[in-house]
């Protein structure tokens, strides 16, 4: 093989996106961001340290994102973002730490294949390695314009 056509490969291998003729704003919105992820936790009580770990794979890019979130209190909120419209959860993993058991699918996120969806996740209960103690609420919507900054920072729509 020449030298050209192995440095071809490597960036294309390296820059998925690399000499498509699709923009990125068609892929994600004007602030960069497609679909996003909110987390509300209610939590009662929770057992040991309980780490999360969210693993999401961006379908139009081909990157991989991710998420890692520490229950420390039991109100709280996170947020995870996709940088297009399409994506998959791939993993979803609840540990309990030190060494207390490990929910695999965790909310029954994973193999979603996710097309122009957003997600809401209510997390309430008490939060152990028994599934029956707490609950999991996930619903989809199909707004894309989630903005970090307050309505009254936010640019107007013409």
């Known amino acids: ?8 490969l490597i960036i294309m291998l390296c820059y998925p996106g690399f000499g498509t003729a699709q923009s990125n704003t068609a892929l994600t919105g004007s602030d960069g961001f ?7 936790t209610h939590f009662s009580a929770y057992q040991g340290h309980p780490v999360w770990l969210l693993i999401i794979r961006d379908l139009d890019r081909g990157q991989v994102l991710p ?3 520490e229950v420390t209190q039991k109100d709280d909120f996170w947020l995870a973002f996709t940088y297009s419209r399409n994506y998959i959860i791939t993993v979803s993993d609840l540990t309990f730490n030190p060494g207390k058991g490990k929910i695999h699918n965790f909310c ?4 979603r294949n996710l097309h122009g969806e957003s997600l809401y996740i209510t997390l309430s209960g008490h939060l152990t390695v028994d ?3 707490f609950t999991c609420q996930v619903s989809r919507y199909q707004d894309g314009n989630f903005s970090i900054a307050p309505a009254s920072d936010a640019p107007k729509k013409k």
């Open 1 to 8: 093989m020449s030298k050209k056509l192995i440095f071809s």
């Open 34 to 40: 497609g679909q996003t992820i909110q987390i509300y």
């Open 67 to 69: 998420y890692l979130y």
């Open 108 to 111: 029954r996120l994973e193999n």
């Open 131 to 133: 599934t029956r103690d």
